[in-house]
């Protein structure tokens, strides 16, 4: 079984390895030396790097007291979470499954072996406890594909306490710069070992000390087929290219928090779930920019992952709502054990609903759809508007989205209350995403009123979707009443609480049409 620790450290170099006397850093006050050990670490990844290009890092290491399998996450410069599993001859599958957004359908192979002679001191306070590791390591770098090249190096390695201070690092740091250590150029071993075995190719073919010589994580991607690009800097110019850059960070988010919602994040599968919204609403809103007959199959992956995904968000959602309004009733409204039911109700649909997104991640559909998603950006579909100016183009598709949002709004509040009703009102929060999400693609070309339009519509959607939230949590609540009355408990506090649904259900809409108004006087479109 894996575990995960949190790793903060700062990686440095000098041309003398000698340490200073740590013992002047403020709080330290003893250094214990702990010897040198010896370790040997492969490191894997798919043929074309895309672990490395993604800043992962998956090895095999022997040697001091962590021997087994890492994998380590980017958190924040100087932070990665690494995640262990026990030492075994083959890649354990807990670790495969997440690094598979990324890999696929590649073959990881072995690409670089460091050996490292480490000689670690721990920095200790006035109680003996610890408050950082220091080591000092020497490198032997082999790459193990291509041209098989060599290098070697001396690093300093500081890595801060289980639960310290990260400020403790700055003072450790002032210490190294006034003996002449320098901060590390390279982000990690792996990236400095890549960067100097690579094969010589000459200007057009190196990569930089903290590059790794490695293409993106996913498919290359073409230059855009229509006659503006954008500036060497990566600025967007075009209607198009504004597009193409909101379409590619959600294609990343994808990605990138697919092992996040393996490991069971709080809030990951809400995020994921977003960027596939996100994602399927930029096709329907930017048409004029995107040619649908290439899109439309694409969104409709989309919309099945997205529910795939609903079905635990949704549950996750109506857990904590539901929990939350039993945690305010007073004491003699509560009967029964409605506590307990509620979180036996909750951890069983969860994790039945988990157990079935792992296997969606897993499935061919869904590594087909991220292929798909690759491919499109590399070479879009793009069509004429796609090269005009994008603040037209952009601020017209916006306000087409908010117009189909306006005839549903008005049309829900001609309405009398009732489930046509619920039923226009939760369209209308899907509306007020779609509007949303267009803006926030158009407000690095438009500016403040993007920015503001985005603002409203989150409001809007708020406002729905607590509306929406309580027609969901009443129809629980029903199921929830008939199993305890089954059972033979009290159904009176799931009376309390459908009732309070109800209430917050009529306040949703009696505040609607202010709100409405005053979000319609104001679109700036």
Known sequence: MADTKREIERKYESDDAALPDLTRVPGVASVRERGVTHLDATYHDTADHRL??????????????????????????????????????????????????????????PVVRLRSDRDVRHLLDDQDRLLAEVSVDTVHAERLTGEGGEARWTEIEVELADDGDPAFLDKVEKRLRKAG?????????????????????????????????????????????????????????TAGDHVLAYLRAQRDALVELDPAVRRDVPDAVHRMRVATRRLRSTFRSFRTVLDRAATDPVAADLKWLAAE??????????????????????????????????AAWSEARHQRAHHQLLAILDSRRHLTLLDTLDALLADPP????????????????????FGKLAGLVEHALELPPGQERDTTL?????????????????????????????????????????????????????????????????????????????????????????AWSAISRAFPF
């Open 52 to 109: 490395a290009a993604s800043s992962l890092t998956l090895r095999r290491r022997t040697g001091g007291a962590d021997a087994g399998w890492h994998l380590k996450f980017p958190v924040a410069p100087g932070v990665r979470d690494e995640i262990r599993a026990p030492l075994s001859d083959t890649l354990p599958d807990e670790l495969a499954a997440l690094v598979r957004s990324r890999v696929r359908d590649r073959e990881l192979l």
């Open 382 to 401: 793009l069509r004429k508007k796609a090269g005009a100016r994008p603040d037209k183009v952009l601020a017209k598709a916006v306000r087409k989205d």
């Open 309 to 342: 995904l609903g079905k635990d968000r949704d549950q996750e959602v109506l857990a904590e709502r539901l929990t939350q309004a039993l945690d305010r009733l007073p004491a003699d409204q509560v009967t029964g054990p409605v506590a307990e039911r509620l």
């Open 426 to 514: 939760h369209e209308a929060r899907k509306k007020t995403k779609r509007t949303r999400y267009a803006a926030e693609a158009a407000a690095p070309a438009l500016g403040g009123p993007a920015d503001e339009a985005a603002s409203d519509m989150k409001a809007l959607q708020g406002l729905l979707g607590d509306h929406q939230d309580s027609v969901m949590a009443r129809r629980t609540l029903r199921e929830l009443a008939a199993v305890a009355h089954a059972a033979g408990e009290s159904e009176f506090t799931y009376g309390v609480l459908y009732a309070g649904e109800a209430h917050r259900a009529r306040a949703a809409e009696d505040a609607l049409p202010e």
């Open 181 to 237: 250590v320098r901060p590390s150029t390279s982000s990690s071993k792996l990236a400095r070992a890549l960067a100097e075995t690579a094969p010589d190719t000459g200007p057009a073919g190196s990569a930089g000390r903290d590059g790794v010589g490695a293409p993106p994580a996913t498919a290359p991607e073409a230059a855009p087929r229509h006659k503006h690009r954008p500036r060497l800097d990566g600025t967007p110019v």
